[in-house]
């Protein structure tokens, strides 16, 4: 059904949330020329008021309802609802809200305190990159209290960030950076001070250049002791406030982006394969050894806090995914089998390893010797070394059966899998596929420990703050996690992508995700909550009902 009655609900009690949840906010006009309404500071009333602004009043209720209700009923986006109606103790209470983000997206201070250059810096200076860098991105390094005031007025239960290697570790082994390793603690005891769990992740598309320089990274074996040796590093320092570590963020997007296509970090790729100018790499063979490494390095990790630190710190240690949903183009039996491969290259690839030892048998029989092969005891290793699963996921790709792709002398992944894999415009919203692919790991998985990572609408960056359609795609998406939750499911949290407007990693500032608007113009990078904040804040303190 189409979300009339969460449209009604939400035109009722949408402004009144401004003042409620956030009462130190002003609402003001742009410019007497403009009925857009921008939400600022007292620090900045003033000035807006000098404007033409004025304090909120009846007549500024009525505008402000007549904008959203043209908002609500204008928009283009169609949101199919899972469950139109739920609150936040239809949750158990140890179900765990939260946002997120990464520690190059919005820290800032990329050459400060003795942090060196990851790949992610070297990709965003480049010119193969996005556009725009993280250099000084959303300065949380210097800004961390006040985005921790933030989160405790929006009410999350934790915030999931990610610890950059090269700011503790800056050569990537030996010595730690004192100042890295004060920033992490300080940022960590904030967070617990206030309440907030912190979920760490450890590798995000942020390996420390000089690992990439010194023997390429992710392609070579080496990788899998550093990453233990950093991964020791932060379970001894911060592991006795940190109780939830992901190992690898999304590493089956982080393998294809980054070494079959070449469109991430660290842009390797080779022709015809990729899609940016490819310098270096091999699109045919760097995938599956990256995976491998991946998989292997994660394992380490969980097999080292599992013998020397879960005793005490009772943490647990997990790995995320890209959790694709794909959907046949057409329907053609061809197409369905083509979603079969897409299931078994892009996404069993990385979960049955850890589940079974082993990777899928199609991809064994397909992709032959270029796949690696877990040896004994690396296979007991990998199996069962995920305490949990977290979930990356957005929309749903479309699969077209390729047939084509399997007579190439040279192949890639994609090549080997038989199928092409898009997104098309009128399937970014789909709800029901985020219930299906939590229960897909139910079914096919064991119903693993899984959290709702990143999850997030994109739109074109504004300061326009009334994000109608990112409330109703997060309402959507919750019911879905709940459906899913009532069928039996393991779920454990749900965060959204992302807490601030920041670096995003393929269109640099272009579109953000945010809960909060961040003015890259102002000097301070000032933080105003957006009306995503205000529903999220009401639906945590119980204060919304549908």
């Not at 929006?154 to 950059?164: E, K, P, T």
């Not at 991946?294 to 790995?319: D, E, M, P, R, W």
Request: proline share 5%; hydrophobic share 40%; with cysteine.
């Amino acid at each position: 059904m189409i979300l009339s009655s969460f449209h009604s609900a939400l035109v009722l009690y949408t402004l009144s949330l401004v003042t409620t949840i956030f009462p130190s906010l002003y609402l003001v006009g742009s410019s007497s020329n403009n009925n857009n309404k921008r939400i600022v500071s007292p620090s900045l009333s003033q000035k807006a008021e000098r404007g033409g602004g004025e304090r909120m009043s009846n007549l500024g209720v009525t505008i402000g309802l007549l904008l959203l209700l043209t908002l609500l009923f204008n928009s283009s986006l169609k949101v199919v609802a899972v469950i139109d109606d739920y609150t936040r103790s239809d949750f158990p209470p140890t179900f765990v809200f939260g946002s997120a983000s990464t520690a190059y997206q919005v820290e800032g201070a990329a050459f400060e305190d003795g942090r060196t250059a990851s790949i992610w810096d070297t990709f965003a200076h480049s010119v193969d990159g996005p556009g725009g860098n993280g250099d000084v991105a959303c300065d949380q390094y210097h800004k961390y209290k006040e985005d921790v005031k933030l989160m405790v007025d929006v009410g999350l239960d934790a915030y999931r960030f990610s610890i950059s290697w090269s700011r503790l570790i800056p050569s990537g082994r030996g010595p730690i950076n004192p100042k890295g390793l004060e920033y992490y603690n300080n940022l960590i005891n904030e967070l617990i001070n206030h309440g907030i769990q912190p979920h760490v992740t450890l590798h995000n598309f942020d390996l420390p250049q000089a690992l990439e320089d010194k023997y390429g990274g992710w392609v070579s074996p080496k990788i899998i002791e550093d990453f233990k040796a950093y991964a020791e590093v932060c379970f001894r320092e911060f592991g006795d406030r940190v109780l939830h570590w992901t190992t690898v963020n999304e590493a089956n997007v982080f393998t294809l982006g980054g070494y079959d296509m070449g469109f991430v970090p660290p842009n390797r790729c080779s022709s015809p394969f990729g899609t940016r100018n490819c310098y270096k790499g091999n699109s045919s063979t760097e995938p599956y050894l990256v995976m491998h490494h991946c998989l292997l390095a994660h394992a380490s990790a969980a097999a080292l806090y599992n013998t020397n630190y879960k005793h005490k710190q009772h943490g647990f240690v997990g790995i995320s995914v890209y959790l694709f949903r794909f959907v046949p183009l057409t329907d053609s039996k061809e197409d369905a089998k083509a979603v079969e491969r897409a299931y078994e290259f892009l996404l069993n690839w990385m979960l049955h390893p850890l589940v079974y030892g082993e990777y899928p048998k199609l991809m064994i029989e397909s992709v032959g010797s270029k796949l690696p092969i877990f040896t004994k005891a690396e296979s007991s290793l990998v199996k069962g070394s995920a305490d949990f699963i977290g979930i990356i996921h957005y929309q749903n790709w479309r699969v077209k059966d390729d047939p084509q792709s399997l007579m190439m002398q040279i192949r890639d992944l994609g090549a080997d899998m038989g199928a092409k894999v898009m997104m098309l415009k009128e399937t970014v919203t789909a709800p029901e596929s985020l219930q299906i692919m939590i229960e897909y790991l139910k079914e096919v998985y064991g119903n693993p420990p899984t959290y709702v990572y990143e999850n997030g609408l994109p739109m074109k960056r504004s300061s326009m703050l009334e994000d109608v359609p990112r409330v109703e795609y997060m309402h959507s998406y919750i019911g879905a996690v709940l459906d899913a939750l009532r069928n039996g499911s393991n779920i454990k949290g749900y965060f959204t992508w992302s807490f601030l407007d920041l670096f995003e990693l393929l269109d640099g500032y272009y579109s953000s995700y945010g809960l909060f608007y961040v003015d890259l113009d102002d000097p301070d990078l000032k933080r105003y909550p957006k009306l995503s904040a205000q529903w999220y804040s009401n639906f945590l303190k119980r204060k919304t009902v549908f």
